[in-house]
């Protein structure tokens, strides 16, 4: 098996840094290193950790568990297993994680933060910890400690990140003595899985919905008996509306950065100072504690609202009633089986109308566990893209070798770099700027504005779903493989060919103007397709359809629009082929912005 660190990781950028960082406890070596080394950022931490390291007679007799950078929680899994005198807790920072991409700068802060804070949180309640930076990968860095210290077998819960799977794997391949233990954190099994849909196959398309009612028949949950409460599954169809003032929109916690995150925050601004976005301004929840009062705001003055404005949009409430919770869930942080309690026991009193509470419980019990099965099943889609090329070149067997640049499908064929205006560069198309500029400060934005302001230009351009892939993978601060591959390449842009969604995700101005309040403050006009001031949405629309005719238009659920597309005279489509080359050369012509 190739090293995983593979080639994304530029071993320069490591270089630069020029630290041979093994730092942390318990020795006064390495703790003299990291003193006099140019690691920053660490001193209030490292007095503060120091005391939980153990001594080589604290090493037998505990049970050796490895905390992944996102499982950070001693609510359920290994941690809860034995009591804290008898648990030793390994959490990593690794650089080369870091330098694998240039994740958003609040990201690095968010998730090194709570790690140092969780690492706090075990030592108070009893653990021994060792905490360890290094340059390394984390399976690397397992084997060094594992042997410094003279570990016995460390216990880990099955990784959710397939690179950090392919880490640890190549890890034991060198001697790494480790047990994978299912990660409890998740809702649903690969069986639970299977059972719904059988095992992998070419052609096979996946509907989150057949899942989902599986899901809600074995767990009991909005349900009496074997009939879903309120007499359907989904209310999804009475959650459309856009927002017009109808209520106030609440204005959610901010957590001010204490010591130890002014730390982080430093060393992420010394060691990744040309990554994306900024930490300016951080604000968001690094302990358990602050992580639950999130949740307590979104679950009293969020959710009662969440459900019909949940495809809204606005430029002046970016977050309206989402709970913005996914940075912390995919931290662990929050564990979805205790919202989904909450928010059935606060829809069972009546503090949340069953139509949101059943929104909000589908996404986590719905969508997060199938995407999640989906990348597994398809091996990072990898899978999907090698039977593509296959079928266009008509070679032989799959070859599901991994690859470092990522899964390539792109049924529709979409090719064209992605331009710099996801980057920051200003468009004039305000839906597209806003959006943009919100995930360049918060790292967030919700799923609406994710899919069709940020996606759907870049479907109807056709502009390459790998790109757009890995842009949000650096831009959000919830990304991690199994859900940021499987949203892109899967859900909203069609790359996967169908296989998790019945039809690509686009439309027009048209959507845009009704679910938002965009179009009011912009220069181009919804209303027109043709012409100089049209919003070049609707003319991208009619050309996608148009230009993918012979993918789509078997398509059942795209039968309407083509016969729409069917019906325009000729001189119409030429203009509006006009005005879509201009809209996508103009894009495409934009200089880059220094970031
Ligand atoms: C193009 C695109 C990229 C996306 N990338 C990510 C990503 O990198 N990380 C991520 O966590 N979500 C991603 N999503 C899914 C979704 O947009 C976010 O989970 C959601 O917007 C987070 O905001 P929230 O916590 O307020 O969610 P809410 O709207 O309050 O939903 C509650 C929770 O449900 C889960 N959820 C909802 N939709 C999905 C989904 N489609 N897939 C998986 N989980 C879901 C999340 O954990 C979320 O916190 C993406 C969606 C799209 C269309
Ligand atoms: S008019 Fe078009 S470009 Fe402008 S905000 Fe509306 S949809 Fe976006």
């Given at each position: 098996?190739?090293?995983?660190?593979?080639?994304?990781?530029?071993?320069?950028?490591?270089?630069?840094?020029?630290?041979?960082?093994?730092?942390?406890?318990?020795?006064?070596?390495?703790?003299?290193?990291?003193?006099?080394?140019?690691?920053?950022?660490?001193?209030?931490?490292?007095?503060?950790?120091?005391?939980?390291?153990?001594?080589?007679?604290?090493?037998?007799?505990?049970?050796?568990?490895?905390?992944?950078?996102?499982?950070?929680?001693?609510?359920?899994?290994?941690?809860?297993?034995?009591?804290?005198?008898?648990?030793?807790?390994?959490?990593?920072?690794?650089?080369?994680?870091?330098?694998?991409?240039?994740?958003?700068?609040?990201?690095?802060?968010?998730?090194?933060?709570?790690?140092?804070?969780?690492?706090?949180?075990?030592?108070?309640?009893?653990?021994?910890?060792?905490?360890?930076?290094?340059?390394?990968?984390?399976?690397?860095?397992?084997?060094?400690?594992?042997?410094?210290?003279?570990?016995?077998?460390?216990?880990?819960?099955?990784?959710?990140?397939?690179?950090?799977?392919?880490?640890?794997?190549?890890?034991?391949?060198?001697?790494?003595?480790?047990?994978?233990?299912?990660?409890?954190?998740?809702?649903?099994?690969?069986?639970?899985?299977?059972?719904?849909?059988?095992?992998?196959?070419?052609?096979?398309?996946?509907?989150?919905?057949?899942?989902?009612?599986?899901?809600?028949?074995?767990?009991?949950?909005?349900?009496?008996?074997?009939?879903?409460?309120?007499?359907?599954?989904?209310?999804?169809?009475?959650?459309?509306?856009?927002?017009?003032?109808?209520?106030?929109?609440?204005?959610?916690?901010?957590?001010?950065?204490?010591?130890?995150?002014?730390?982080?925050?430093?060393?992420?601004?010394?060691?990744?100072?040309?990554?994306?976005?900024?930490?300016?301004?951080?604000?968001?929840?690094?302990?358990?504690?602050?992580?639950?009062?999130?949740?307590?705001?979104?679950?009293?003055?969020?959710?009662?609202?969440?459900?019909?404005?949940?495809?809204?949009?606005?430029?002046?409430?970016?977050?309206?009633?989402?709970?913005?919770?996914?940075?912390?869930?995919?931290?662990?942080?929050?564990?979805?089986?205790?919202?989904?309690?909450?928010?059935?026991?606060?829809?069972?009193?009546?503090?949340?109308?069953?139509?949101?509470?059943?929104?909000?419980?589908?996404?986590?019990?719905?969508?997060?566990?199938?995407?999640?099965?989906?990348?597994?099943?398809?091996?990072?889609?990898?899978?999907?893209?090698?039977?593509?090329?296959?079928?266009?070149?008509?070679?032989?067997?799959?070859?599901?070798?991994?690859?470092?640049?990522?899964?390539?499908?792109?049924?529709?064929?979409a090719e064209l770099p992605l331009p710099?205006?996801y980057?920051?560069?200003?468009?004039?198309?305000?839906?597209?700027?806003?959006?943009?500029?919100?995930?360049?400060?918060?790292?967030?934005?919700?799923?609406?504005?994710?899919?069709?302001?940020?996606s759907?230009l870049a479907t109807l351009c056709g502009f390459s779903p790998r790109q757009l892939?890995?842009w949000?993978?650096?831009?959000?601060?919830?990304?991690?493989?199994?859900?940021?591959?499987?949203?892109?390449?899967?859900?909203?842009t069609?790359?996967?060919?169908?296989?998790?969604?019945?039809?690509?995700?686009?439309?027009?101005?048209?959507?845009?103007?009704?679910?938002?309040?965009?179009?009011?403050?912009?220069?181009?006009?919804?209303?027109?397709?043709?012409?100089?001031?049209?919003?070049?949405?609707?003319?991208?629309?009619?050309?996608?359809?148009?230009?993918?005719?012979?993918?789509?238009?078997?398509?059942?659920?795209?039968?309407?629009?083509?016969?729409?597309?069917?019906?325009?005279?000729?001189?119409?489509?030429?203009?509006?082929?006009?005005?879509?080359?201009?809209?996508i050369?103009?894009l495409q012509?934009?200089?880059?912005?220094?970031?």
């Open positions: 098996m190739k090293n995983p660190r593979g080639t994304l990781v530029s071993l320069s950028a490591i270089a630069e840094y020029a630290v041979a960082v093994s730092i942390l406890i318990p020795n006064s070596h390495t703790a003299r290193h990291c003193r006099s080394s140019k690691i920053r950022g660490m001193a209030s931490f490292r007095d503060r950790i120091q005391p939980a390291a153990p001594n080589p007679a604290e090493i037998p007799g505990r049970r050796w568990i490895y905390v992944p950078y996102d499982r950070l929680t001693d609510r359920t899994g290994p941690l809860t297993e034995q009591p804290a005198s008898a648990t030793g807790v390994l959490l990593i920072e690794s650089r080369a994680k870091g330098n694998r991409r240039a994740y958003h700068k609040k990201k690095l802060v968010l998730l090194l933060a709570n790690m140092r804070h969780f690492a706090l949180e075990q030592a108070n309640r009893g653990c021994k910890v060792i905490y360890h930076l290094t340059d390394h990968t984390y399976g690397e860095a397992l084997l060094h400690l594992q042997r410094k210290h003279n570990l016995p077998e460390i216990v880990v819960p099955e990784p959710a990140e397939r690179e950090l799977r392919l880490d640890l794997a190549f890890a034991q391949e060198q001697g790494l003595r480790l047990r994978l233990v299912l990660d409890t954190t998740w809702l649903s099994t690969a069986e639970d899985f299977a059972q719904v849909f059988g095992p992998y196959r070419v052609g096979r398309s996946y509907v989150m919905d057949r899942f989902y009612r599986s899901m809600r028949q074995q767990t009991k949950i909005l349900m009496e008996g074997s009939r879903p409460h309120g007499g359907k599954f989904s209310f999804d169809s009475e959650n459309r509306k856009p927002f017009r003032d109808e209520l106030p929109v609440p204005i959610p916690p901010e957590f001010l950065p204490d010591e130890l995150t002014l730390e982080v925050i430093s060393l992420v601004e010394e060691h990744y100072p040309n990554h994306f976005g900024s930490s300016d301004n951080f604000c968001l929840p690094v302990t358990q504690q602050q992580a639950d009062q999130q949740w307590q705001f979104a679950v009293q003055h969020l959710l009662p609202h969440f459900g019909p404005f949940e495809d809204a949009m606005r430029d002046d409430h970016l977050q309206l009633f989402h709970s913005r919770t996914s940075p912390l869930i995919n931290l662990s942080r929050l564990l979805p089986a205790d919202l989904i309690r909450d928010v059935e026991q606060a829809a069972g009193s009546g503090a949340i109308p069953l139509a949101s509470a059943e929104g909000f419980i589908r996404q986590l019990l719905g969508w997060r566990e199938f995407m999640r099965h989906l990348h597994r099943e398809t091996d990072g889609y990898r899978l999907v893209s090698v039977l593509q090329e296959n079928a266009t070149q008509g070679t032989g067997a799959p070859n599901l070798s991994s690859s470092d640049i990522g899964a390539t499908p792109s049924a529709l064929s710099a205006v980057w920051g560069a200003k468009s004039g198309l305000h839906c597209i700027d806003t959006v943009v500029a919100q995930v360049i400060e918060e790292g967030w934005s919700h799923h609406i504005t994710r899919l069709m302001v940020l759907n892939t890995d949000f993978w650096i831009a959000y601060i919830d990304a991690y493989d199994w859900v940021v591959e499987t949203n892109v390449l899967g859900m909203a069609y790359a996967d060919g169908g296989l998790t969604a019945t039809k690509p995700y686009v439309s027009g101005a048209a959507y845009i103007h009704r679910m938002s309040n965009y179009c009011g403050h912009c220069q181009f006009d919804p209303k027109r397709s043709t012409g100089p001031d049209s919003c070049p949405f609707t003319a991208l629309y009619w050309t996608f359809l148009e230009r993918n005719q012979p993918v789509l238009a078997s398509n059942f659920r795209l039968q309407m629009p083509y016969a729409s597309l069917n019906k325009k005279p000729a001189a119409e489509l030429v203009q509006l082929r006009a005005r879509a080359a201009e809209a050369h103009q012509s934009l200089p880059y912005p220094k970031l």
